[in-house]
């Protein structure tokens, strides 16, 4: 068990959470009830989520995407005011970690996908303001055998856009919507990138740089680090965790 304040501290500080420029607010969100016993993981903050949360009897809430983002309105209405009577009904925290769960180096979402895919020699670069992570596949393959190892390693087939026809040996990849680190993962002379979501623009850029680009699912790939996350706090506090995997073809 442990007090929610606690736990948001250690995550603050295990994260460094504060020296993110980040998008939203990270750390805890929103202040529950009780203390943390039986913590839920997922993906994002979602009105399907907080009531799966409350239903598997959670006390607290933690996700990748949480609220209160730059740029949104701050009145708590609509879906957003039925998202939060959810959360307060049900008397959970809410603990929300963006761009420190994709950064670090063992937790985080990046590192966790390297790992899924088998990923050799993974490392951080300083592309995308260090986002960017870059290996060796495990092997020299075609373009098709790299798509179905992803396909093996997240479940899910990836969207696959040819820059040359050659085999592939080195992978850069960056979870989420990270599409325009494509021109940085470029010049680490990789031959392919791999991120969550794809833009129009990313054809022309995949095909004009040589190459090959894979768009595998904005949640698919960021399911690994606050899986990870979670299951570090389990041990830590002696916690009951419990990841949630709802589906999102994005």
Known sequence: MAEVFELASYCDALLDA????????????????????????????????????????????????????????SCLTGMKGRRVRALVRAGLSLLAYHLPLDAHPELGNNARLGRVLGLLDARPTPAGEGLVWQGR?????????????????????????????????TLAWCTGAAQGFLTQAAALGVDAYLSGEISEQTTHEARELGVDYFAAGHHATERYGVMALGEHLAERFGLEHRFLDLANPA
Request: glycine fraction near 12%; aromatic fraction near 6%.
């Open 18 to 73: 504060a020296s993110f420029a980040d998008y939203c607010p990270n750390g805890l969100q929103v202040e529950g009830e009780r203390p943390v016993r039986r913590l839920i993981t997922g993906v994002t903050a979602s009105l399907a989520m907080i009531e799966a949360a409350a239903d598997a009897g959670a006390d607290a809430l933690l996700v990748h995407h949480g609220w209160f983002w730059k740029g949104e309105s």
């Open 137 to 169: 596949l495990p092997r020299p393959m075609p373009a098709a055998g790299c798509a179905e190892l992803i396909a093996l390693g997240i479940g899910r087939a990836p969207l696959h856009v040819s820059g040359r026809d050659r085999p592939l040996a």
